[in-house]
T-cell receptor, first 112, second 115 residues
Framework: GQSLEQPSEVTAVEGAIVQINCTYQ??????LSWYQQHDGGAPTFLSY????GLEETGRFSSFLSRSDSYGYLLLQELQMKDSASYFC?????????????FGSGTRLLVRP | GAGVSQSPSNKVTEKGKDVELRCDPI?????LYWYRQRLGQGLEFLIY????????KSGLPSDRFSAERTGESVSTLTIQRTQQEDSAVYLC?????????????FGPGTRLLVL
């Protein structure tokens, strides 16, 4: 079966750093994506890790450890606009196609 | 168009009625996905189209749900005999190909309310 686990909610202060963890159990694993979704909005792609290590894109970084079936999203210099839900999603190969399997999301609340 | 579009943006229907939701993917994107998102929940995979290959329908929750796609363009998701538990946001996404599934571009969704 396929499963992903991430915390349901995280609260942090503006300007701080926050880490959102994601553990997964899946067959046919290819990589780990992260998406951001503001209330009432559509999910938007943030990052993708296919290999172990840290990928940095501006204030956001994403990490993957394939051996530990674990990844995280790191948000630095938090801003109020970062308040949103963050989803990890496993890219998995099933039969002859690839799919994204989403976690249930982490709601991030940034306080002043 | 510049992005994925979906229509209608909102739909209120009575229990037992059929509804049809539409998705226009980004031009040139051969892969198209439908998801369901209940309030405060994650994205639940419904169905996936890749070019002219047979669709992956493994996520459809019941035979009341069906979807079609014409070539590599518009897709429609049909829910027959709607039930109150079908109330959710239905999201469509597209990617360049299934090999690019990690980067999906989502439409704004259709918010379905079944009374």
């Amino acid at each position: 079966g396929q499963s992903l686990e991430q915390p349901s909610e995280v609260t942090a202060v503006e300007g701080a750093i926050v880490q959102i963890n994601c553990t997964y159990q899946t067959s046919g694993f290819y990589g780990l994506s992260w998406y951001q979704q503001h209330d009432g909005g559509a999910p938007t792609f943030l990052s993708y890790n296919a290999l172990d290590g840290l990928e940095e894109t501006g204030r956001f970084s994403s990490f993957l450890s394939r051996s530990d079936s674990y990844g995280y999203l790191l948000l630095q210099e938090l801003q109020m606009k970062d308040s949103a839900s963050y989803f990890c999603a496993v890219k998995a190969r099933m039969d002859s196609s690839y799919k994204l399997i989403f976690g249930s999301g982490t709601r991030l609340l940034v306080r002043p | 168009g510049a992005g994925v579009s979906q229509s209608p943006s909102n739909k209120v229907t009575e229990k037992g009625k059929d509804v049809e939701l539409r998705c226009d993917p980004i031009s040139g994107h051969t892969a198209l996905y439908w998801y369901r998102q209940r309030l405060g929940q994650g994205l639940e995979f419904l169905i996936y189209f890749q070019g002219n290959s047979a669709p992956d329908k493994s996520g459809l929750p019941s035979d009341r749900f069906s979807a079609e796609r014409t070539g590599e363009s518009v897709s429609t998701l049909t829910i027959q005999r709607t039930q109150q538990e079908d109330s959710a946001v239905y999201l469509c996404a597209s990617s360049l190909a299934s090999g690019g599934a990690e980067t999906q571009y989502f439409g704004p969704g259709t918010r379905l309310l079944v009374l």
